[in-house]
């Protein structure tokens, strides 16, 4: 079957093409039926006297987005957007639509999100699902290439990494409560004794009754977990991370990102080293700023935003107070208060991407965090086994995927990163 | 660092391993630690006099599943499994490990499973997880190369495409149940307006009350949705990559595959095309076997396996009865009382791995196949919104891939073939 993305190889050929009419316009004595397939647009133009008159009797009937099949000889076109066009020799309708629901003018976002399984068609959305999905396959072969093994690791989990008050809960048989898993860190510290380097990819759910331009309640992550790597080793490889799918995107998503009208050049400074600062550094930017934060306290996303303006890179914020991370951070040689962890805040107000830390090795110091933070040792007795039998230091970290995205895309909210977003007032479609 | 795998390249080198204590033993002047890092195996040779004291007054002190870091000068033995041999230079623990609970001796299956996060390091099932990866790797490089675009279907979803019986449910905030996805399909059959061919790939959910060797609680599975394929399409795909991962397992895996004692002469044959029986065929096939099943009755896991008996690579069974499948697959033109479908039947017993069928397109035949299955036109308007804009004839299929992971290791239950299973009876770890 012919593609569009093929048309330079079939110029001066007649090909077929089974699509959509993306749109039509009609200039005299000319038509012309711009089409679209899965791969691509091309414009086939029908001249009065020139193609059948079955162009010009089809042009009334064809809706808007009806299927159909175009046969036509490929040209050479320079003014045209993807630099060929087709002379129009047959057109047949698959299916006709009518009154299609999404037209040219500006349409609000809850009749999008109501209409997403149509509104993915456009050609906005149609480019950041393939920028998406590119980002998808490089996060494979980045992983893959650096020799880590993929755990999968489970959605239905028993008890909860950090505290069950956000989590979605379901019966599980006989067992009780199960809940929807919001990582799977735990379980790849486990895998990390039989691979070395792991990693996962797979949805997660936050039952949060946020309503931000960051937050979804099932959105993609990407979790890695690496033995013998302490916080330095694994800030590089996150670093080495970035810098590859964003040098990446770049190279092979030029025409997505300029449909999404995309400041490349912003992007093309992502590479190492990123900027570090520590969590005392960046209190007292906020400072400068007059944020009324004080030291111990987390970040918002407007702190994150203000922060990520006094750099053009993604930077990396470092030992934040152990109060206000998870239990399983490990505790920093010289200021106990504080963890080994970093998160990395990309440019441009895109907020936290990555959240990543070395993790207590210890099985005393572990079970004691555990306590401290009202865990039951019963529930993580697995966990605690991993410090048992030839612990080692380890360190790791996750990537959201739909910020990720929603970064590499320039688009503002992360709804729009996900092909059907779950949000606090939708679940439809 | 130095990695195991990487040991040819270091002949004659004194290298540092970072790993665990995979065995010791001792044999006159001569002490054998066996190590393991993330990446393979070596011996490291101590004899006395040569090596370090220290060797030697280690040797009771490290417990099986000791973290250690070795140091050691690389020697060609083709005697060893991998080829290579340390000659020991230095050993250091990390973590001591003291009574790891997994012995030599044989384990019940349940005590394996209540120590998942431990029973990964053993050599068997370090192999097949890494097959797994490996085959995730591949499953992503083929959709890629051959055009489609990954979906990200989602996981919480109001309404359920194949009823809710079986299905988990959890609270979504104000908007009442939501239940965790079966399938993505009816959402992949909306991205392929968009992008024409399409895949998803993520864990999928059953609250099927079923303990059988082949089912899980929670699985993963892929599933791709083309526009414009037709039946006879969409087999021909299935035929390509389950043949190319095969192919790509076979190359890429001897030395896991080798570990399992996997015979590899059965996965050699499978290259298209596969063989291809019609539903009615199969019915015949196991009367001959006789088998009590009766003309409009589904297959179960006895009747799956005797078919696959008569065949030495996976055969396709055609053309089911409509009242046992599903409500969006379209009819057969010659005999309405049959779908246009097919199921993949793995050889040697490892039951279905593939399900799938060209969809109904037509809006009015959906409309009453949506009525006869008992199925809400209001819950499921926006996928027969699908049938009204520009439909198109389309197919897809999907894969379990647990499944397929156990059919390619050998191993007879897909409990092993997930990093941590969930099952009737288990949640834990």
């Known amino acids: 079957m012919f593609h569009i993305s093929d048309a330079k190889n079939f110029v001066g050929e007649e090909v077929e093409i089974r699509g959509w009419l993306y749109n039509k316009r009609s200039k005299g004595k000319i038509l012309f039926y711009i089409i679209r397939d899965g791969t691509g647009y091309i414009q086939a133009v029908a001249v009065k006297g020139e193609a059948p008159d079955k162009a010009f009797e089809m042009y009334d009937q064809l809706g808007l987005e009806s299927s159909i099949i175009v046969k036509g000889i490929v040209r050479e076109e320079p003014r045209a957007p993807g630099g060929y066009e087709l002379t129009l020799t047959d057109i047949k309708p698959v299916h006709k639509s009518v009154d299609y629901p999404i037209t040219k003018k500006e349409h609000g976002t809850a009749f999008l999100m109501e209409h997403r399984h149509l509104w993915l068609r456009s050609k906005k959305q149609r480019a950041i699902l393939r920028i998406r999905s590119f980002v998808e396959k490089k996060i494979v072969d980045f992983f893959y290439e650096n020799g880590f093994v993929r755990i999968d690791t489970p959605i239905l989990t028993a008890t909860a ?15 009780g409560k199960a809940y929807l898993a919001q990582t799977g860190q735990l379980y790849l510290e486990a895998a990390i004794f ?4 792991v990693y996962n990819f797979g949805p997660t759910f936050r039952a949060e009754k946020s309503k931000t331009r960051r937050h979804l309640m099932e959105f993609w992550m990407i979790e890695a977990e690496e033995a013998f790597y302490d916080n330095d080793d694994n800030i590089a490889l996150q670093e080495k991370f970035i810098s590859y799918l964003i ?25 190492p080293p990123f900027p570090k600062i520590t969590y005392d550094e960046a209190i007292e930017i906020l400072s400068r700023k007059n944020f009324k934060i004080r030291w111990g306290e987390d970040f918002g996303g407007d702190d994150e935003t203000a922060i990520s303006e006094s750099f053009e890179k993604p930077v990396f914020v470092m030992n934040y107070p152990r109060d206000i991370k998870a239990f399983y951070m490990k505790e920093h040689s010289e200021r106990p208060e504080l963890v080994k962890c970093a998160d990395l805040i990309a440019p441009e107000g895109y907020g936290e991407i990555i959240g990543g830390s070395q993790r207590e090795e210890d099985y005393d110091k572990l079970l004691k965090n555990m306590k401290d933070f009202g865990l039951s040792e019963d529930d993580y007795g697995w966990y605690l086994d991993l410090r048992k039998y030839g612990s080692v230091p380890h360190s790791g970290f996750g990537m ?10 320039g688009i503002p909210h992360v709804r729009e990163a996900i092909p059907f977003p779950r949000m606090l007032y939708r679940i439809y479609p």
Do not use: M, P
């Open 400 to 409: 959201g995927l739909e910020r990720f995205v929603a970064w590499v895309c």
């Open 194 to 197: 039989a691979h070395g380097l």
């Open 161 to 175: 990494a950090e505290g069950t008050t956000n989590l979605f809960a379901t019966e599980y048989f006989n067992l």
């Open 247 to 271: 040098q990446n995107v770049l190279e092979n998503c030029g025409d997505d990102l300029k449909i999404l009208e995309r400041d490349t050049s912003l992007l093309e400074k992502v590479v």
